[in-house]
């Protein structure tokens, strides 16, 4: 039997290039996003939450042994963190149940290399604690005094935090269930090739996420790595943001995070 994997975020960039690899492989895949996918849900609601988990177990007859969370938006607004955190945060929870009656059950969520840069406290710290209300409301802060671009960073570090908090935990690690983050560099999808086509922006771009090993990524350049993570050949390897980012955190970081 064909291993069975959800990806969300599936009609475009990265979660499309990962689940036609996936299904190159031979996987069953079950792709969800807005629209042209399986499952269409907007999971920055919990109405769109609760029906990906709901058309999950319909589809699957309540088993999975991948889940790879990739659907993200980097707007200056609050529909970011509602996506980007809470939106993973419920898709990985809620379908955890199903993977644990997987086979091999391995769980991803894809963050950013934007989790290093300047965050909001308030942003990650409630959306931390589950308070969504609190993290939408310290988002629109941000945003009124022009702060926005601390939207996104602050929802990729919060759920890249999460991912090392949960992943030790009985739910996880006690389950037998792997879970980790792929963090890119930058990505070129429609979404960032306005900026990269505009000579200043792609300037500031470059200069705030710097990629020395060949620059700019293509979704299927990251579509392997996240399939292996997901795949029985992980035994080990949990807890951990993977930047897949070209250097770009060496860059940034150095070897102060040791």
């Given amino acids: 039997m064909p291993r069975t994997c959800l990806v969300t975020g599936a009609a475009s960039g990265i979660g ?30 919990p109405e769109g939450r609760a029906e990906l988990v709901t058309r999950a177990h319909e589809l699957t007859g309540g088993r999975l042994d991948a889940v790879v969370s990739c659907a993200g938006v980097a707007h200056f607004d609050p529909l970011t963190v509602r ?33 290093v840069h300047p965050t909001d406290p308030a942003i990650v710290e409630a959306a931390l604690a589950g308070d969504e209300p609190a993290a939408v409301a310290a988002s629109r802060a941000a945003v009124d005094r022009g702060e926005g671009h601390l939207v996104y960073s602050s929802s990729k570090a919060a759920v ?29 999808t429609p979404l960032t ?9 792609r300037g500031l771009v470059e200069r705030s996420v710097p990629m020395p090993l ?22 080990l390897v949990t807890g951990q943001v993977v930047f897949a980012d070209g250097g770009a955190d060496a860059v940034l970081r150095g070897d102060h995070t040791w």
């Fill in 214 to 235: 060949h620059g700019h990524t293509r979704p299927e350049q990251l579509a392997p790595l996240i399939a292996w993570l997901v795949s029985p050949e992980n035994t």
């Fill in 160 to 188: 890249s935090r999460w991912v090392r908090r949960s992943a030790i935990t009985d739910d996880w690690a006690g389950a037998g269930v792997p879970l980790n983050a792929v963090a890119p560099g930058v990505v070129v």
């Fill in 83 to 115: 996506l980007n955190h809470f939106g993973a945060v419920a898709t990985l929870d809620g379908l955890r149940p199903l993977l644990a009656a997987g086979t091999d059950p391995r769980a991803l969520v894809v963050g950013s290399i934007d989790s």
């Fill in 16 to 45: 499309k290039a990962t689940a036609a690899l996936l299904r190159a492989q031979g996987r069953a895949v079950i792709g969800a996003d807005l629209q042209d996918a399986d499952i269409t849900a907007d999971l920055a609601t």
């Fill in 193 to 201: 090739r306005p900026l990269l086509d505009d000579p200043e922006m």
